[in-house]
């Protein structure tokens, strides 16, 4: 009979354990979350307080400082008394960002222009080779040994069908 009881504590404190297994983050409002779950993805590793396994670690900046200023604003606001406004940005913060943001727009131009290049030069590559097939004028080519061969009709008709299936591909 204590055999039974001793394996029923074992078993109700591993439950026990199981149960207290819980996680603790702050949300995106600076609101303390608690779950049994993790959080989801789109939550910073910083806001995790708590996770099974460990103890639980500070924030960086305490809550109470982050719901201070919103509580100032109201009582300010409460009370008819001028508040000061906070900067939200910083000027050199946005300066850098938007040279930033032209770098990728001039780089993403850049792109575009290389890649109408190249399709430019494809078109007129394609449309080479078809004047040359409607000529009537014999193609040869060199095969892998190095050999000259001249096209036959079949050769001829699918370098024709290729020419053309690249300027519909490349001349739009």
Partial sequence: ???????????????????????????????????DRAPPPDVPARSILKQPGTSARPLAVPIAQTEAPAKAASAAADSDMPVPKLQSEDKDLTERKKQADAALAAKEKAELQRIAKIKADNCERGRAAKALMDSGVRVSS????????ILDDVGRAVELKRAQSMIAAECQ
């Fill in 142 to 149: 060199t095969n892998a040994k190095g050999e000259r061969q």
């Fill in 1 to 35: 009979m204590n055999r039974l009881s001793t394996l029923f504590a074992i078993v109700f404190c591993l439950g026990c354990s199981a149960a207290m297994a819980q996680w603790q983050w702050v949300d995106k409002d600076g609101r303390k979350v608690f779950s």
